[in-house]
């Protein structure tokens, strides 16, 4: 059942169940923390609307810096913001920024320790119709062996401008994951956001069983997660399902914890298998304490045009591809 | 505004680009590995700026409204350090540890290992960007220190140094001024033939920059380009300057082999011999 101690969405299981995109509630934290602090600039390039960063454009049109289609331009000119007291925040589809400007972010953001927070958006394949040269797959792969790099995914809107204003309240580097389709609502607005920490939004009852089988998901496919548990608990497995927004520095700690627990893991991300959440996960757990895992992501393939259900379905990420993963993972406990 | 330059100035300037072109030999002899000739070519704008251009305090880098000299081309960064030392930023004693093991003086300069030092760079065709980042905020804070930028005649082969000027120009920096050191040479040959620049000048005037070129060896002429520079309204200006490479060297001079390498004991002595008699030669006053 839902983690009563983080104050989640209840209604979340209802058919009605509120939808909102998590690059809506970046939107809306870039909007708060420009009220609140004079040093925060926001960057776009081309992707205002798209990125959802056009609120602060309004009302703040003397901090908002339109780049043109130059992503690298867009890093570089952040870092050169980031370094002279701004809080500066570059928007692009992740596919560009950090794909295209990966080397500038690296040298002018990371290494050069700029006060600069990356938004990637429309990561995933969820991004849909587009196609998969826009679909970010391995972007937090690409950007996690960085040192000096905060690394947040918000799994909902509400969570998603939680993560934002925490980004700016942070003096360095932070990767933003965003996705672009309405999802789910999980959180509310009195849950604590997981900086730093892997929050278990799902567990047994009272009495209710030990779980099997603990579910780290990252992002929006979290929700998937979350029905998968709910229907193998009406088959008689119960697990546990955490959920990860901070990626890196990861909650190594409470990795552990949870997998000692229940001796088997699964991974649940939008996001290559290589190098991704999964990845991160099995390095902490590799470790200290191996124990069998299962990874549900894209399975070292591109993606394709497609509604995003459509495309979680055949890419298996959707909630049955999660309840077969614990399946197979209780399977090799034995 | 900068100050005119008068004939003792420049002689004391002159003497002193000889004498970094002095250290930037047996800083590069003892480090083993290095790039040769664009710390020399660029001795003569390093010394103006340091001990004539800038307004900054070597007793206190972090000032802030010192003006700000970003150096894109990471890899000339001996004269940096070398003119650096000179004015009192750290001791001249430190130059030996440059590209060593626990070292400041990192092989490309990094921002966090030395007070001083603008930007990480060393990766081509970045500067002039994250010099327009700090020119945006300059003007979001109402400050008046200006914004150079130090670049590579190579680095215009880099797609971000064309994205830098379009934005430059777009928000009207004139707090911006770009120096291109004008040498004609790169790793792998003469710039014309690896991939053709030219006509920079007509490029630049393109793209609506305010443009100058000078001979970047002649410190007075270079002096009054940057006072012009200083002077040109709700444009970004850039300063063309042609040089030598690995000036004041006879066998290193316009030698793109001498691009990447340093020189060793012999080479480093024969140098030294030759700086040495031009040194002597304008103490003397011939």
């Known amino acids: 059942m839902l983690n009563s101690d983080l104050k989640l969405n209840e209604k979340m299981f209802d058919k009605d169940v509120a939808l909102d995109a998590t690059r809506s509630g970046y939107g809306k934290g870039l909007v708060e923390l420009g009220d609140t602090d004079p040093s925060v600039v926001v960057l776009s390039a081309d992707l205002t609307e798209s990125t959802k960063v056009e609120e602060f454009a309004k009302k703040y049109p003397e901090r908002f810096f339109e780049m043109g289609v130059a992503e690298q331009n ?20 992740a596919a560009f920024s950090p794909g295209k400007n990966w080397e500038t972010i690296r040298t002018t953001i990371i290494y050069n320790d700029a006060n600069v927070k990356i938004a990637g958006h429309h990561a995933g394949i969820m991004t849909g119709p587009d196609g998969a040269t826009h679909q970010a797959t391995e972007d937090i792969a690409s950007i996690r062996a960085w040192p000096n790099i905060k690394v947040f995914v918000p799994c909902d809107a509400i969570e998603a401008k939680k993560a934002t204003i925490a980004a700016g309240k942070i003096k360095g580097p932070v990767y933003l994951r965003f996705s672009r389709d309405k999802t789910p609502i999980m959180t509310t607005e009195d849950t604590p956001f997981g900086e730093g920490k892997v929050q278990t939004f799902w567990n047994p009852p009272a009495g209710g069983g030990n ?13 998937q997660a979350l029905l998968a548990a709910k229907e193998l608990k009406t088959e ?67 993606g394709e045009s497609g509604t995003p259900a459509e495309l979680i379905k055949k890419y298996k990420m959707d909630k049955d591809a999660v309840k077969t993963a614990v399946k197979t993972v209780i399977a090799r406990k034995k | 505004m900068i100050d005119d330059l008068f004939d003792e100035k420049i002689k004391d300037l002159e003497l002193k680009a000889v004498q970094a072109r002095e ?10 590995s290095g790039h040769s000739a664009g710390p020399l070519g660029m001795a003569d704008i390093f010394i103006a700026f340091y001990f004539h251009i800038l307004k900054h305090n070597p007793k206190n880098p972090d000032w802030a409204e010192r003006d700000r000299l970003v150096l894109s081309n990471g890899h000339i960064c001996p004269i940096r350090y070398v003119v650096m030392a000179m004015a009192g930023y750290f001791p001249i004693e430190e130059l030996k540890t440059l590209r060593k093991l626990n070292s400041r003086l990192q092989g490309h300069p990094h921002r966090t290992a030395l007070p001083g030092v603008e930007t990480t760079s060393g990766p081509l065709g970045e500067g002039i960007s994250q010099a327009i980042g700090m020119a945006l905020a300059a003007k ?20 971000n140094t064309w994205e830098a000027l379009m934005a430059a120009a777009k928000y009207k920096l004139d707090n911006l001024t770009v120096v291109i050191d004008r040498n004609n040479i790169q ?15 007509a490029k630049y005037e393109a793209f609506n920059w305010h443009v100058q070129e ?32 690995g000036k004041g060297v006879d066998f290193m001079e316009n030698k ?14 024969k140098a030294l011999d030759e700086l040495r008699t031009l040194q002597g030669k304008i103490e003397k006053g011939q």
């Open chain 1, 74 to 93: 867009m890093a570089a000119i952040g870092a050169g913001l980031g370094i002279s007291g701004k809080t500066a925040f570059i928007s692009s589809y």
């Open chain 1, 211 to 223: 779980p099997q089988v603990v579910i780290f998901g990252m992002g929006y496919l979290l929700y």
């Open chain 1, 236 to 302: 008689g497995i119960e697990v546990l399902v955490a959920n990860v927004a901070t990626v890196k520095p990861m909650d190594e700690q409470t990795v552990v914890e949870l997998a000692k627990q229940t001796g088997a893991v699964v991974s649940v991300e939008d996001h290559q298998i290589a190098g991704g959440l999964g990845g991160a996960i099995a390095e902490a757990l590799a470790k200290t304490n191996p124990t069998p895992m299962e990874f549900v992501g894209l399975q070292n393939v591109f």
């Open chain 2, 23 to 32: 250290l930037v030999l047996e800083t590069l002899l003892e480090a083993g």
């Open chain 2, 140 to 159: 979001l804070d109402a400050k008046k220190y200006h914004i150079y930028c130090l670049t590579s005649d190579g680095e215009h082969q880099e797609g």
């Open chain 2, 187 to 201: 790793i792998d040959g003469f710039t014309e033939n690896v991939m053709p620049l030219e006509y920079l000048k």
């Open chain 2, 214 to 245: 000078v001979d970047g060896h002649n410190i007075r002429a270079f002096n009054d380009s940057v006072s012009q520079a200083l002077a040109v309204h709700q444009k970004p200006s850039v300063i063309i300057a042609n040089t030598i490479p």
């Open chain 2, 256 to 269: 793109f082999e001498w691009h990447g390498k340093p020189p060793n004991k012999e080479e480093a002595a």
